[in-house]
């Protein structure tokens, strides 16, 4: 083994007791070809079911990609294997984004892949990308970032200003929101949880900076596999059996 898989493999063990966020994603593929002996610590929240539907729809050729809350790198790394030019990755925890500097040694991702360990600053410049990935994580502010003196009326404002936000950053973004501020099932963002309830509150938000060009929501096909779909009539429906997790809706705005 290499010394940069070495390092590699030191980098992902050190996720495992890392943060309450610890081995969240599936790992994505190149690092699983590079380690294929290790084993995440969580299950999959369906990153792949989740990229499928942003690869249908979303051109990376030649594209570069800003990913906000990047964990161990999944969706980023996936992206540029699936041809983006390059990625730029912004995470707070110090375990994943040393896990992301050692996967751009040991993939040989020097020229492409761009690790920033700290949280993402919304007003900040960042340069402009052409996608923005903000998946699963301005339901966090007042908590894992932000001002944790922030009433739960002050974290939803502070949600859309930040979708707002990203507008200066990116050409395209793909959204995803949790229902629970904080992660907190007594910290309902919407009276009733419901997926409509989040996609009037997207639209809403975003109204004259964004256009909601896409929303896939979670089903399972006949095997009982998750799939994404585009939103309908049909679909629209909150499905408690799937968990909360997969009732977020994807938004993709241009």
């Not at 502010?141 to 009433?151: P, Q």
Request: glycine content about 10%.
């Amino acid at each position: 083994m290499s010394d940069a898989n070495s390092a590699l493999r030191s980098a992902f063990e050190a996720t495992l007791g890392g943060s309450k966020h610890a081995s969240y994603q599936e790992l994505a593929t190149w690092v699983r070809e590079a380690l294929p002996d290790i084993v995440p610590l969580r299950s999959s929240r369906h990153e792949s079911a989740r990229l499928q539907y942003m690869l249908d729809r979303i051109d990376l050729a030649g594209k570069s990609v800003l990913d906000i809350g990047s964990n161990c790198g999944f969706f980023a790394l996936e992206m540029l294997r699936h041809g983006a030019a390059r990625a730029t990755c912004y995470e707070g925890s110090a375990d994943h984004a040393g896990f992301l500097d050692a996967a751009r040694d040991a993939l040989e991702l020097a020229g492409r892949l761009q690790v920033h360990g700290r949280y993402f600053d919304f007003d900040a410049g960042h340069g402009r990308h052409d996608v923005g990935l903000l998946l699963n994580v301005l339901h966090h502010v007042g908590d894992d970032y932000g001002d944790r003196s922030l009433s739960m009326e002050a974290a939803r404002a502070e949600i859309a200003r930040n979708l707002v936000l990203m507008r200066r950053h990116c050409d395209e973004l793909v959204f995803q929101l949790g229902f629970n501020w904080k992660g907190d099932r007594n910290l309902g963002l919407f009276p009733e949880g419901t997926i409509r309830e989040m996609v009037d509150f997207v639209e809403r938000s975003s109204r004259g900076t964004w256009q909601v060009r896409h929303v896939g929501v979670a089903e399972q096909d006949a095997s009982g596999a998750v799939v994404y779909r585009d939103l309908a009539p049909a679909n629209s429906h909150r499905k408690d059996a799937l968990g909360e997790f997969l009732n977020r809706p994807i938004f993709i705005l241009g």
